[in-house]
């Protein structure tokens, strides 16, 4: 099967890593075609807005796009690509893996989570007024449809991955309304999935837990603010943003991106980790059911991070990016397999 995916390489390190995972996926012979656009610094340079019309067509016709990281203006100027492309897509659904990887220093072994997160609503609706001088207000919202499906998408990637307990993030002792609605269909849905354990944890006492003792949670289920959040304390746990994949799926498309931000102080220097891109275009290749090329990629990066020869600076080694997607495209030509799906 032949097809048409949207190119989306952002700003700073994100041409590099994604020409390293664009070449990872190419050796696989899958005949992609890819449909590159423009977003971030250099889209609003050239067309005014850090988000063409066209990269949403593109993405709506494809229905597919891998993405790499924007840089988002701090307090000013133009809004969150990843905001937009989330909202005017209806990616609903924030996906990251965060597991343990070989030759990868962290202080925890055997680390193997999923962090779900609502990706449309929250505090990152991004409603804000000035009430008066020196006042300002932001809304958190949360409606009942939005959370009654992040809450069956949780639960539903739980039973078709073999995952045994889905935990509840909140923080419903304070906002009773917005958190007590999600937990309300979170414990609406949960009678549908019996052989999944449900548990609810508030916020705080999750995130100390997830440090603590990372093993007792499988999937985690949260709304967006919460679910970025554990999503930086996940990544933590394995070794940082740069070897963890992520997803944005919806209805009808999805976005598959690296997680980590643009670096601009390293762009254009060759020196950028590749791990999170390449993984996340696994995650993308195991979305449109060519699982075997997922678990070939997965294996061959596995490989080349269990060996530590041929890995970038933030990993302990020296290769450039280039160097290091060579050798996961030299492992990637001699690896079987892999046991577990890259999803």
């Known amino acids: 099967m032949k097809y048409t995916i949207t190119l989306l390489p952002g700003d700073g390190i994100g041409p590099e890593v994604m020409g390293a995972a664009v070449r990872v996926v190419d050796s696989c012979g899958l005949g992609v075609s890819w449909e590159p656009h423009i977003?971030?610094?250099?889209?609003?340079?050239?067309?005014?807005?850090?988000?063409?019309?066209?990269?949403?067509?593109?993405?709506?016709?494809?229905?597919?796009?891998?993405?790499?990281?924007?840089?988002?203006?701090?307090?000013?100027?133009?809004?969150?690509?990843?905001?937009?492309?989330?909202?005017?897509?209806?990616?609903?659904?924030?996906?990251?893996?965060?597991?343990?990887?070989?030759?990868?220093?962290?202080?925890?072994?055997?680390?193997?989570?999923?962090?779900?997160?609502?990706n449309t609503e929250g505090l990152y609706s991004g409603i804000e007024h000035r009430l008066t001088k020196g006042v300002v207000a932001s809304l958190k919202v949360a409606t009942e449809a939005a959370c009654l499906r992040i809450s069956r998408f949780g639960f539903a990637y739980a039973r078709k991955h073999g995952r045994k307990k889905v935990t509840a993030i909140h923080k419903a002792n304070i906002m009773k309304l917005t958190d007590g609605l999600f937990l309300d269909c979170a414990r609406l849905i949960a009678p549908e999935y019996p052989e999944i354990q449900y548990e609810e944890k508030i916020i705080d006492?999750?995130?100390?837990?997830?440090?603590?003792?990372?093993?007792?949670?499988?999937?985690?289920?949260?709304?967006?603010?919460?679910?970025?959040?554990?999503?930086?304390?996940?990544?933590?746990?394995?070794?940082?943003?740069?070897?963890?994949?992520?997803?944005?799926?919806?209805?009808?498309?999805?976005?598959?991106?690296?997680?980590?931000?643009?670096?601009?102080?390293?762009?254009?220097q060759n020196r950028a980790n590749p791990v999170a891109a390449i993984?996340?275009?696994?995650?993308?290749?195991?979305?449109?059911?060519?699982?075997?090329?997922?678990?070939?990629?997965?294996?061959?990066?596995?490989?080349?991070?269990?060996?530590?020869?041929?890995?970038?600076?933030?990993?302990?080694?020296k290769a450039t990016t280039t160097e290091m997607t060579d050798a996961v495209l030299r492992s990637l030509e001699r690896a079987p397999a892999a046991p577990h799906a890259a999803l």
Not at 41 to 69: C, H, M, W, Y
Not at 285 to 296: P, V, W
Not at 306 to 316: I, K, P, Q, S
Request: hydrophobic residues 45%.
């Open 205 to 268: 006492n999750a995130a100390m837990q997830l440090i603590l003792n990372p093993a007792a949670f499988d999937v985690l289920l949260n709304e967006n603010l919460y679910g970025d959040i554990i999503s930086e304390i996940g990544a933590g746990l394995v070794g940082g943003l740069g070897v963890v994949p992520g997803a944005n799926i919806g209805e009808e498309s999805a976005v598959f991106e690296a997680v980590h931000g643009s670096a601009p102080d390293i762009a254009g």
């Open 279 to 317: 993984l996340s275009a696994a995650l993308m290749l195991e979305y449109l059911g060519e699982h075997e090329s997922a678990q070939r990629i997965t294996a061959a990066v596995h490989a080349v991070l269990a060996e530590g020869r041929a890995v970038t600076a933030d990993l302990g080694g």
């Open 39 to 118: 977003v971030g610094q250099e889209a609003i340079e050239r067309f005014q807005t850090p988000l063409p019309p066209e990269v949403l067509d593109s993405v709506r016709k494809n229905r597919v796009a891998l993405k790499g990281p924007v840089t988002t203006p701090i307090g000013k100027g133009f809004g969150s690509v990843n905001v937009l492309l989330r909202r005017e897509l209806e990616l609903y659904a924030n996906l990251r893996p965060v597991r343990t990887l070989p030759g990868v220093r962290s202080r925890y072994s055997g680390v193997d989570l999923v962090i779900v997160r609502e």
